[in-house]
């Protein structure tokens, strides 16, 4: 299955972006002026068919494996010298350890409603759907998506599109809109819930893709990524999803399906095995940059887990800003949510002080 492996150099250029141009792009003062965005109702949405929808406030997957307590987690055996690797995972000469992926290498997702007349469409060839199958039913042919609908930059040029109206998310990886308007990706992936993921408790507990993949564990990662309107509350209400450096190999950890880690010591973390912080841990006395603490508290109350691997640094998803950009014209990333939080370098998050759990932690019997 495709990996996040671009190449160094552009991945190199991202994780330099991320850890340091939004900080130098402004300060909580010059950006003053934005901070009215914060906590702003949607407009009213002319286009027939497209939600501005948000699927983060409140969280859709309540109930699943993402929202589940770390408490009692239990530790693997090797757990502390798994937080010892992590820092020393990381595969670049800049010094980056711990990014953010606003606008490249996350997972733009739409949500529209195809029931709606005048609902946009488009056609999407995904090349992993062989004809007749049950997955290109799915993820191929005629499919709703905004006109407006772009993939992540950088190398994955990922994108999904959830509709309310029959319940499928669809995810794609490097994903190219053609001359004619129609759009072909390498790989897509589709999970099939009742309308607005009101079961999701009970049909999809482990949050996993039916069939299909855009990132590599084949899981809905999109709803790992922070929402916009956590980051603008201050309160992620769910687990996190990152991209790590590299991935133990070999080795699918629960609620993961997939793997494409190549690191064979045993101390790595393999994708899907999650963390967390102790409960005991006094987060505030770590002196960590605003929106790092931000993500621990998150890790410590509901932990986390690789999606993928990218094999340059450690990088945390975020939600794409295409559809706020689209209604209110501004990047909330560079400018409310940067103006809130002074920073989003999260080249300090505290690895060392991570704990791990034992592969496959809570799959059900």
């Known amino acids: 299955m495709p990996a996040n492996e671009d190449g160094v150099t552009r991945r190199g250029a991202l994780a330099l972006a991320g850890a ?25 949405v002319a286009d027939p068919g497209i939600w501005h929808g948000d699927l983060w406030y409140p969280y859709v997957a309540n109930g699943t494996v993402f929202t589940r307590s770390v408490a009692a987690m239990p530790l693997a055996t090797n757990s502390a010298a798994m937080a010892a690797r992590m820092p020393n995972l990381t595969q670049n000469s800049y010094g980056v350890v711990t990014s953010l992926n606003t606008t490249s290498y996350n997972i733009p997702t739409y949500v529209v409603d195809s029931t709606i007349a005048g609902c946009p469409f488009t056609t999407m060839t995904a090349s992993n759907a062989s004809a007749g ?36 998310m669809r995810e794609y990886f490097l994903c190219r809109k053609q ?15 009742a309308p607005r993921f009101t ?5 999809n507990y482990p949050m996993e893709l039916t069939e299909g993949s855009s990132a590599v564990v084949a899981m809905l990662n999109p709803l ?18 990152f991209t790590i450096t590299n991935a133990r190999s070999g080795v699918v950890s629960w609620p993961a399906k997939q793997s494409d880690g190549t690191d064979s010591n ?9 963390f967390r912080f102790p409960p005991t841990l006094n987060l505030d006395t770590l002196g960590l940059r605003p929106f790092t603490l931000l993500l621990a ?26 559809t706020e950009i689209q209604r209110t014209g501004s990047n909330p990333w560079a400018t409310d949510i940067l103006a809130k939080y002074g920073s989003l370098d999260v080249n300090d998050f505290p690895w060392a002080h991570t704990q791990w759990a034992p592969v496959g932690w809570g799959k059900p019997a």
């Not at 009215?36 to 009213?44: D, I």
């Open 297 to 322: 508290r998150a890790a410590q109350k509901y932990g986390g887990m690789a999606g993928d691997k990218n094999l340059f640094c450690h990088a945390f998803n975020v939600e794409h800003p295409a």
């Open 133 to 168: 199958s049950t997955l290109a039913a799915h993820v191929n042919g005629r499919i709703p998506l905004p006109p407006y609908a772009t993939p992540a930059g950088g190398g994955d040029s990922s994108m999904a599109v959830y509709d309310r109206g029959t319940g499928i």
């Open 199 to 203: 079961n999701l408790p009970t049909a």
């Open 20 to 44: 340091g141009a939004l900080t130098a792009a402004g300060t909580p003062a010059a950006l003053a002026a934005s901070t009215t965005l914060r906590g702003r109702e949607a407009p009213k």
């Open 224 to 241: 790992m990524q922070v929402g916009i309107s956590e980051a603008r509350n201050g309160v992620i209400g769910h687990a996190l999803d």
């Open 179 to 193: 001359s004619d308007g129609t759009w072909t990706a390498a790989t897509g992936g589709y999970y099939v819930a």
């Open 266 to 274: 045993v101390d790595t973390p393999a994708e899907g095995q999650w």
